[in-house]
């Protein structure tokens, strides 16, 4: 199974994927913020991360972006509450796997991070 970093700022949102997703087996590190984020990819590289972009502390995707040594081959799917364009392009060019859209049901990200951890 994959070892997920999940970077997500709302608590009950990052409680409940977190139950998800060790239901489903993988092992499940949080981070409610982006300096949080930079010290867990300190600790080792996750197979997976599941980066939300609007967070207290920086956009997600500038993190990415200053930050892909430190995600080295690491997976990344961004779930974001807000959906634009612009960040989906900009997303894709930094080569992120999947672009989702919240609400995402537990059960597709669950086989989200199966099939790309496989991959």
Same mark, same amino acid.
């Given at each position: 199974?994959?070892?997920?970093?999940? =970077?997500e700022d709302e608590q009950l949102l990052r409680?409940?994927?977190?139950?998800c997703l060790e239901k489903a087996g993988h092992t499940v590190e949080t981070a409610s913020s982006l300096a949080q984020a930079a010290s867990r990819l300190s600790e080792?590289?996750?197979?997976?991360? =599941?980066?939300?972009l609007a967070l207290p502390d920086g956009h997600g995707l500038d993190f990415?972006?200053?930050h892909q040594t430190e995600f080295g081959k690491a997976v990344v799917l961004v779930m974001t509450?807000?959906?634009r364009a612009e960040d989906e392009a900009r997303a894709t060019r930094l080569g992120v796997a999947?672009?989702?859209t919240k609400p995402v049901t537990?059960?597709?990200?669950v086989?989200?991070?199966e099939q790309r951890a496989r991959a």
């Open positions: 199974m994959a070892r997920v970093l999940l =970077i409680w409940s994927l977190v139950q080792g590289q996750p197979d997976v991360v =599941i980066l939300d990415y972006e200053e509450a807000v959906g999947e672009f989702l537990h059960q597709a990200l086989e989200l991070v």
